[in-house]
């Protein structure tokens, strides 16, 4: 018989944003809950260190390795302190995600410049900072995975442009660091969530618009954080080392249709 081993064993992961903003599991904590599972020593980076304290209390319990670091990523100063932290707790440092971030409804007519500028710093200049620090530090590793969460809201329009933009630019900064970093044995790749149910946007949502979220994909089942984070786990794993600079929705199909070929009809009134 085969005997399988952790995907990452051994492997020093940063989690950013590794706590959820309210009850459940959001994409950052399952993601940080899978990686230690999967036998990463996990860096659990949030602004609010109580939100990673409640993902560290689950790793712990089940016996994985984990310690809080709290930091806000827009500052470079935190970022810098980051990438040290998790070589000086943990000897190396080989997996970044990259999963700080936050949504805002808004025109270009309607936007402040202020909400305008901190939907792009805390989505995007973010990762350009935990980046620009953990790269040195992955090099001296002899290499590593960086994996920046975007969103489907970045392929398609959402009704919120200054979301959608900046998780454009989060696409278009996977491959440009990916090109710019692959002959140091880095692979940066991007996963693009759809409609997950998370606390993210939990509040926002009533069983009505969960519903109509669930029946606008074709598979029409209701996706989570957890989901999310499987799809990490391969990026993360050196099952994935041949693959960089893609950006993988997870979406239940959500980017291949449109409310053109999703037939609101049931399956018995189809033809
Ligand atoms: N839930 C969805 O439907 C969905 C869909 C597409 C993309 N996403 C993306 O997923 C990511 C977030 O997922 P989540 O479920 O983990 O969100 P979340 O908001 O529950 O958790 C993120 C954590 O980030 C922390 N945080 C916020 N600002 C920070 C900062 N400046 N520095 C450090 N930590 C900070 C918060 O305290 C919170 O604990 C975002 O990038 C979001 O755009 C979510």
Redesign the pocket.
């Known amino acids: 018989m085969v005997e399988r081993r952790p995907r990452l064993e051994s492997k020093v992961a940063i989690v ?7 009850d ?8 940080a809950i899978l990686f230690a599972r999967e036998g990463a020593s996990v860096l659990l ?4 260190a109580e ?2 304290e409640e993902t560290l209390a689950t790793i712990t319990a089940e016996e994985g390795e984990a310690s809080v670091f ?6 470079a100063d ?1 970022c810098r302190r980051m990438a040290d932290a998790a070589v000086e707790r943990y000897g190396r440092l080989d997996i970044l995600h ?6 805002m409804r808004a025109t270009v007519v309607d936007v402040t410049e202020e909400q305008w500028d901190r939907i792009m710093t ?2 995007v200049k ?1 990762m350009v900072l935990t980046s620009k620090y953990a790269i040195p530090r992955m090099i001296e590793s002899g290499g590593g995975s960086i994996i920046n ?5 970045g392929l398609r329009a959402h009704s919120s442009t200054p ?1 959608t933009t ?2 454009a630019a ?1 696409m278009g900064l996977t491959l440009s660091m990916a090109a710019d970093h692959g002959g140091d044995n880095i692979r940066v790749n991007c ?12 509040p926002r949502m009533d069983e009505a618009l969960r519903e109509r979220r669930m029946r606008a994909t074709p598979l029409g089942t209701e ?1 989570t ?1 957890w989901d ?1 984070a499987w799809a990490a786990v391969y990026l993360a794993s050196d099952e994935a080392r041949w693959i960089t600079g893609v950006v993988i929705p997870v979406d239940a199909g959500l980017t291949i249709t449109s409310p053109v070929t999703y037939s609101p009809l049931a399956p018995q009134q189809q033809h």
């Open positions: 950013t944003g590794a706590g959820s903003q309210g459940g599991i959001g994409n950052g904590k399952a993601t980076v949030d602004s609010v939100r990673a709290q930091a806000d990523v827009t500052s935190d990259n999963n700080v971030g936050m949504s805390l989505n973010s969460i975007s969103s489907t809201a979301y900046s998780k989060v996963i693009a969530p759809g409609l997950v149910s998370t606390p993210f946007v939990g996706g954080g999310v």
